[in-house]
């Protein structure tokens, strides 16, 4: 006999519900979102169950993946479109879309999320952290060049390339003798100094992944 299993998963505590191949509920139960104890929690009902089915959601790539490690058969299913499904169900629960999602396992009624690898996901945030620090450094160049115009300062072209050291140097040179705005400045050019180091450290990483 199948065994088939929905999880409404939420931060702390999933609902489950496991059923067989004709529909009828062997177990309904809850149990912490924890890969290792949902697991458990299916096997001391279901050695050998056909399919899991969640909903994607925050926690759905997570928890995919680590599923997929411990051998589970997990799908994770479009969130929208099973609400049109679990939405018409009465009185309807935690509980009640844990029923519903197990259903959908066995019928196959569904439309499977494609999870991306883990390092895809690396690359994706690598290059979101690469993207936010260029951005910094922009805005910090930016205010530094605004800044320095109100003492007649202007800062000439800077050279292409994360290390920027151009620009420190520019800075650097244009308040030499003057204490007040090295003083204004100082933290502003240490702290775009490691912007600059930490950018080119992301950008190899990224070539690596690649």
């Known amino acids: 006999m199948k065994r088939y299993v929905g999880i409404d998963v939420a931060q702390e505590q999933c609902a489950l519900c496991i059923v067989d191949d004709a529909g009828a509920i062997l ?18 009902v279901a050695d050998d169950v056909e399919k899991i089915v ?36 009465m009185n309807k629960s935690d509980k009640s879309d844990a029923v519903g999602l197990a259903q959908l396992a066995r019928t196959g009624w569904y439309g499977a999320v494609h999870i991306k690898s883990e390092s895809s996901d690396q690359l994706r945030l690598l290059l979101a952290a690469r993207e936010r620090l260029i951005r910094i450094r922009m805005d910090l160049e930016g205010q530094a060049r605004g800044l320095l115009k109100a003492y007649g300062i202007r800062l000439g072209p800077v050279n ?51």
């Open 27 to 44: 177990f309904e139960g809850t149990c912490a979102t924890d890969p290792d104890e949902i697991v458990r929690t299916i096997a001391t």
């Open 54 to 89: 969640h909903e994607s959601g925050p926690l759905s790539i997570w928890l995919t993946r680590e599923l997929v490690k411990r051998g589970a058969p997990v799908v994770c299913i479009d969130a929208r479109a099973a609400h049109k499904v679990l939405s018409a169900r």
């Open 160 to 210: 292409a390339g994360y290390s920027r050291k151009s620009f420190r140097d520019q800075l650097g040179t244009a308040i030499k003798g003057d204490q007040s705005l090295q003083m204004i400045f100082a933290s502003l050019i240490a702290v775009h100094e490691t912007v600059c180091i930490e950018a080119t450290a992301i950008d190899a990483k990224v070539q690596q992944l690649a």
